[in-house]
């Protein structure tokens, strides 16, 4: 399936599929003392409702944001089978959304 947006969605699957992927072999990590001791344990608790997502820093897409991208999708058949897993549709609608909202900037 060919896309008739000319953009570049980012790393293919085999690049992505390396093991360490994403990692900064050269960047700098906490001093081990704050790794071993971290004062603060993680809360792995879903938050209630959308307002204690907020306040947590999770980012959430209120209905009016999701129907303004249905919108921009148009016709778009994201429940096709690409023959790809479905990343050939997630790459198609990456570049959808990046021309959607570079027009409105």
């Not at 778009?76 to 609608?93: P, S």
Request: with cysteine.
């Amino acid at each position: 399936m060919e896309s008739p947006i000319d953009c570049d969605p980012g790393d293919d699957l085999a690049t992505a599929s390396y093991p360490s992927y994403g990692e900064d072999a050269s960047g700098l990590l906490p001093p081990s003392d704050e790794l071993v001791d971290d004062t603060e344990a993680p809360d792995y608790q879903e938050p209630a409702d959308a307002a204690a997502k907020q306040d947590a820093g999770i980012f959430v897409s209120h209905d009016d944001k999701v129907e303004e991208m249905k919108a921009a999708l148009g016709d778009f058949d994201y429940l096709a089978d690409d023959g790809n897993w479905g990343i050939d549709a997630y790459c198609r609608v990456v570049c959808i959304a990046t021309d959607y909202f570079a027009a409105m900037e």
